[in-house]
């Protein structure tokens, strides 16, 4: 399911935004939800919370403007697609800073906008977006790979950090840490750098040979005797991440 989030403070220009991603949803029969807002606090309050596959920002709105939605939107996640739809073309100098997909003027020629929309879709390939399952206190709470900042074991627990500042503790596991971690550590985006940790590398800002630390701030240990596999290993990552983004 493609989430996308529209904001606009002219209510017909979120309008149409939105009328013609709607039509592209039915005409390539998408699984998507469009979410409108026509103001930028208001989205990011929202975003607190929700995650958004792509975001389809106006630049020029009162109080924050759609380049500082943007940088806000990378801190927590770099993932996501950032669209810029607006009447001025005076920053999309500017605009390269939060990696937009595309940066489009008004009046919107639709055919671009499809364009845009269809590489966003092929990118994202939401047919193999990963999930886990973990059981909490609180139920069952489904967490998608992308989201995972790391696990740590503690007493036969495991807390997952997230992005949006969120951590959710698992109940006590059946079996190893080791067990439990397996799934994730099949996915090249994860790396164990001590007994009691697993991070994903996508999340990561700087590496040491005692820590790594991620965008979050969050800082994991590096034990001494995986140092060098760990090394390898993270050094591996960011090559095959480098090439798929040359390919592309």
Do not use: W
């Not at 606090?41 to 958004?52: A, I």
């Not at 380049?67 to 993932?79: F, H, M, P, T």
């Not at 489904?142 to 997230?162: F, G, N």
Request: charged share 20%; proline share 4%.
């Amino acid at each position: 399911m493609l989430d996308i989030a529209i904001c606009d403070d002219d209510p017909t220009q979120l309008s149409l935004l939105a009328s013609y991603t709607e039509e592209f949803i039915q005409a390539n029969a998408i699984g998507a939800v469009i979410h409108q807002f026509d103001h930028p606090d208001r989205l990011l309050s929202k975003c607190e919370k929700q995650h958004y596959h792509l975001y389809i920002l106006d630049i020029v709105m009162p109080m924050i403007n759609g380049l500082e939605v943007g940088k806000a939107i990378r801190e927590y996640d770099q993932e996501a697609f950032i669209l810029y739809a607006t009447n001025e073309p005076n920053f999309a100098l500017q605009s390269f800073a939060t990696h937009p997909i595309n940066y489009l003027i008004k009046p919107i020629d639709k055919q671009q906008f499809y364009s845009t929309l269809q590489l966003v879709v092929s990118k994202l390939n939401l047919s193999e977006e990963k999930t886990c399952l973990i059981k909490t206190r609180e139920g069952i709470r489904v967490i998608r790979y992308s989201e995972i900042l790391s696990c740590e074991y503690s007493k036969h627990t495991v807390t997952y950090t997230l992005t949006r500042q969120r951590c959710f503790t698992t109940c006590v596991i059946k079996g190893t840490f080791s067990q439990h971690i397996e799934p994730l550590l099949q996915d090249s985006r994860f790396i164990r750098p001590h007994v009691s940790y697993v991070l994903n590398m996508e999340h990561v800002d700087s590496f040491t040979k005692s820590q790594f630390t991620l965008r979050s701030g969050q800082s994991i240990p590096i034990a001494t005797n995986h140092y060098e596999a760990v090394r390898i290993g993270y050094m591996q990552y960011l090559v095959a991440k480098e090439t798929e983004r040359c390919r592309t």
